[in-house]
């Protein structure tokens, strides 16, 4: 064959080859015409396509093989091989007989059942990013002699081709996760805000005013305020385990529910009331889903807190000698226990301000890795009654501080206080 003839093959086999790959929008698809396009047009017995894993560096060989053709991909430990070497240096191999290389890998070939001679190895390459390699195997009708330099240069430009289409479907997959991440988000955003009750309020002398902000996976953050028949003030703040669309449907069941028994609440204390709603919620949501909370009831004379797996509130009583108690834990809601449910309760006329915050506060981080728990808050001390400004003046820090950095966990706080028409004040 002339060269004029050799030169003019090798260009139709790009062609032809650039025009399919163009075409690939499936990456098992692609996969199998290259083995069968690399086999037809070298006129080898076998050929291999070997991507990377990059969580563990580990080449995924996917073979035309008989006998590794089916089932999944076998997995070469990084580094191993010819191939893994070929990936690690990204210089090409072609050698006469791969079974006495040092370093050939025996074990895909005792899983082929069929012996390696002549082998060609090329990277598969993106620019400078290294996708996997691709093997040429036993030309057929030439014994042990190599591949020749020409065929290892079309290969070249063959895995080149290649190395550009897998990049383009991988990006094409990863638009696609990436839109429907986005849906959920929006239908989880969208889920979150149909539940949370107004922002700010007032009930009967009692204001509360409420902070979220959502995390980028929208996690399982919820808060309540409301006031039942007898006239108790009713406030809740939650964290729904987990993260997405299963943990925001989760909160909505764990806020329906605790919606629908608060009517309970006007005939048992707290500690009771917490108990039986746990008793409905055990095997409710999803399994290995719980549910942290704080639960704050205001009455006409006693004021109750509950924690369930929760970091306990800030408290803030009225400077008139009464002393805050130990605040008693309880296990997170949705958590079989044979524990008695406790409560810490307070005179009615002693309190004065309560701040309930997730552990999206406590834990945000900023640029410098530092958590927001460690750095030093605007909050007055417990011998001086607060006020709303010193709450806004706490959330303007808390958004410096956290400007710049990702969010991976919802941010929620709320903040319950006497007002100055509180009958009991």
């Known amino acids: 064959m002339t060269r004029q003839r050799q030169k003019k093959d090798r260009n139709n086999t790009l062609v032809e080859a650039a025009s399919h790959l163009g075409r690939a929008t499936n990456l098992e698809e692609l996969i199998d015409w290259l083995l069968s396009a690399v086999c037809r047009q070298f006129r080898c017995k076998a050929c291999s396509i070997s991507t990377v894993d990059e969580a563990t560096g580990d080449l995924l060989l996917r073979s035309s093989e008989p006998d590794l053709r089916d089932g999944p991909p076998i997995r070469i430990p990084r580094g191993k091989g010819i191939a893994g070497r070929v990936f690690a240096t990204g210089e090409p191999d072609n050698t006469a007989d791969a079974g006495a290389d040092p370093e050939h890998y025996t074990k895909v070939q005792e899983r082929a059942r069929s012996g390696t001679r002549a082998m060609m190895t090329v990277p598969l390459m993106d620019g400078n990013r290294r996708l996997g390699v691709a093997q040429a195997l036993n030309p057929i009708g030439r014994g042990r002699r190599k591949f020749r330099p020409k065929e290892l240069e079309i290969f070249e430009a063959f895995a080149g081709l290649a190395g550009v289409t897998l990049c383009r479907i991988e990006h094409q997959r990863q638009e696609i996760r990436n839109a429907e991440l986005r849906r959920e988000l929006r239908i989880a955003a969208e889920l979150v805000e149909g539940i949370l009750p107004p922002k700010a309020g007032v009930f009967a002398g009692i204001g509360y005013r409420a902070f979220v902000l959502q995390a980028n996976t929208v996690g399982g953050d919820f808060f309540i305020a409301e006031e039942t028949a007898s006239g108790i003030r009713f406030f809740a703040l939650g964290d729904v385990c987990g993260h997405g669309i299963p943990a925001a449907i989760d909160m909505a069941r764990v806020s329906t529910v605790i919606h629908g028994r608060l009517p309970e609440l006007d005939r048992m204390g707290l500690a009771p009331w917490t108990s039986s709603l746990n008793d409905v919620l055990q095997g409710m949501v999803q399994q290995c889903r719980f549910t942290a909370a704080i639960f704050l009831a205001i009455g006409p004379k006693t004021v109750e807190l509950v924690i369930a797996g929760h970091r306990p509130p800030l408290l803030w009583l009225r400077p008139d000698g009464t002393t ?86 919802d941010a929620t706080a709320l903040w319950i206080s006497v007002e100055p028409s509180d009958p009991a004040g």
Request: charged share 20%; glycine share 6%.
């Open 324 to 409: 805050l108690g130990l605040i008693p834990q309880n296990p997170p809601l949705g958590v079989r226990s044979s524990t008695t449910w406790s409560a810490l309760s307070v005179p009615r006329k002693t309190f004065h301000t309560c701040l309930m915050m997730s552990d999206g506060i406590f834990e945000r981080r900023n640029t410098s890795g530092q958590f927001f728990e460690d750095f030093a808050w605007p909050l007055p001390s417990r011998d001086r009654t607060p006020t709303v400004e010193d709450f806004e003046a706490f959330l303007d820090v808390f958004q410096d501080f956290a400007a710049g950095g990702a969010l991976q966990d």
